[in-house]
């Protein structure tokens, strides 16, 4: 295997499978950057997965029970409320941990899995975390409703179907942005909420140097009162709601442009153009190639997608394109530290295991540093090394490459073998000697797991 076609499955992919050395690339008759473009495509999940809709009829009923604790009048009625909360709350944990899990063996077993890293990449671009039961119930489902079908499509049609998502208009309050002079607003003394908009401005779109004002912040606020969610009030709605009757009226101005919609249309209308910004296509322009290719990107691949960038009005796919053709991007030297997910599931592809218990998967990635959807922040987890290489990290990563080690060793015929099948030339000679002459078989895998050339790529 040449050292490109290594790089398109370690560096724009998840990891090597035993048999990637088999030269999946070359069969093909296919260039490594032919083959990654060939690559991107929809991707397939599990339908049999609770939906947003299904998630927010189960949510309404744990906020039933919450006022019906608050409001019985008896032991006995607040007994049986109290029970149906735990019920709901074992469910929505059950149910984040299959989903996470799904994710995780697709990413592991996909022959695609250039898609799975800009799944990732999208998805903390776009964090939400299970801050309380509600949210543990929803976040998982932004992935797969609003982020993987708009995958490879234009950013602008990504940004609104995530600003529109149940998870995040509840992750950012957003339900309870009021118009103060709307019909509701000035009927009851209520207010903006500034949340969603900030995080629109800063984090998903211009960057927090993008230019922007907080009487940006405010009037895009404005523009998105109203975006909110059905009830069971509102008959057979489901999931997103647009609320005239709580947007604000008025024309608003952001980053110097006019928008004189008195609808929905004036929200997204500000996203299309925030979509299509300068800012914006640097922003995302330098994330991207920070995520796929060094820490500290070469300016010149930056400017290249950025100029893709604008050119197509945000066509994502037009933009991996770039990323893929751009010789900075096939250095032959690793320059990306992986992140904890990125680890576990490249180990998972490196011992061809692609069935877990859920409650393994999320156990490992909580205990490796980076559980799924326990950012804490709208700004998602840290994707440089300097965030992953603190001592008790590593720490923990050795420990758990022991243990994980304790079980892969039972499937592993020969240790040399395994070197041979997902790294070919591709490791030093001090690496294999190294591994070579450990103690053990458990020891060899874990010392190969812990090794530069599989913790970099």
Known sequence: MTKEEYIALTRFGMGVT????????????KTPKQWLKQQLSPLAFDDNLPSSTDMLRSVADYRKSLEGVKKSQS?????????????????????QN????????????AHQSINWRLLDFFSNHF?????????????????????????????????IAVAQHPAMIIYLDNTRSIGPNSRIG???????????????????????????????????????????LATQRDGNANGFMFRSA??????????GRSFRQSDVSQGEKILKY????????????????RHFISDEPPVSLVNKLQQTWLNT?????????????????????????????EFFISTLRAADMQTLDPQISQFSLTELGQAPFQAGSPAGYEDTAQNWLSPSLLTARADWSIKFAQRWKEHVPAINQLLNQLFGEHISELTRKSILRAESKQAALAMLLMSPEFQRR
């Open 18 to 29: 035993p048999g990637d050395l088999r030269n999946p690339i070359a069969e093909t008759g």
């Open 75 to 95: 032991n006995d009625g607040a007994s049986a409320h109290k029970k149906k909360l735990r019920s709901l709350r074992k469910s929505f944990n059950r149910s």
């Open 98 to 109: 299959t989903y996470n899990n799904n994710v995780i063996q697709r990413a592991a077993a």
């Open 127 to 159: 964090s939400v975390s299970a801050v309380n039961a509600p949210m543990k119930a929803l976040a998982p489902t932004l992935e797969r409703e609003a982020i993987a079908p708009n995958l490879t499509g234009k950013f602008e049609d990504l940004l």
């Open 186 to 228: 000035r009927r009851r003394d209520k207010g903006l909420n500034e949340n969603l908009a900030r995080e629109i401005l800063e984090l998903h779109t211009l960057g927090v140097d993008g230019g922007y004002t907080q009487s940006d912040v405010l009037e895009l606020s404005k523009a998105i009162t109203g975006w909110s």
């Open 246 to 255: 709580m947007h604000e009226p008025g024309s608003r101005r952001v980053m």
């Open 274 to 289: 925030l979509a299509t910004h300068t800012s914006t296509a640097r922003y995302l322009s330098t994330k991207l190639a």
């Open 313 to 341: 009005d945000g066509d994502i796919l037009s933009v991996m394109y770039t990323l893929i053709d751009a010789e900075e991007s096939w250095s032959d030297t690793p320059q990306k530290f992986k992140t904890p997910r």
